[in-house]
């Protein structure tokens, strides 16, 4: 039993080490690119779907889209996958699911209505 213990925590810090990965190299490509406002929320506490959401905002839907092709090409020669896209010819929200980590690149007005940032930057919190 404490084998079977052991290997899944070992297997929660690989998945922990692969998110960051993922997100670093995401998050480099967009701040080459120029991206604005970029901010990266850790959300493995309130969810399993991802473990990192990044968010960031474009200029315009020209700008927006190379955001989203830059990270794209960026973890592909990472070696890693790209799950799907959404909106890629949206001019206020775009979505690249890797898996361990999620990029949003969205607009101005988009950013400021649906405001992301408040809805997924809750602090974990220590039941007693």
């Known amino acids: 039993m404490v084998f079977i213990i052991n290997l899944f925590v070992q297997e929660i810090k690989e998945n ?14 967009i701040d080459d690119a120029k991206a604005q406002n970029t901010v990266s929320l850790n959300v493995s506490h309130l969810t399993s779907v991802t473990d990192c959401m990044i968010i960031c905002t474009g200029s315009s839907n020209r700008h927006m889209r190379h955001l989203a092709d ?15 896209t959404e909106g890629m010819d949206s001019d206020e929200w775009m979505i690249v699911d890797c898996g361990d980590a999620v990029l949003h690149v969205m607009s101005a007005d988009a950013r400021e209505f649906y405001h992301l940032e408040g809805l997924w930057d809750i602090n974990e919190t220590v039941e007693a």
């Open 16 to 29: 922990s080490k692969q998110a960051n990965h993922i997100s670093v190299i995401i998050t480099q490509a």
């Open 70 to 84: 830059t990270a794209i090409e960026a973890v592909q020669e990472s070696g890693n996958d790209i799950l799907s």
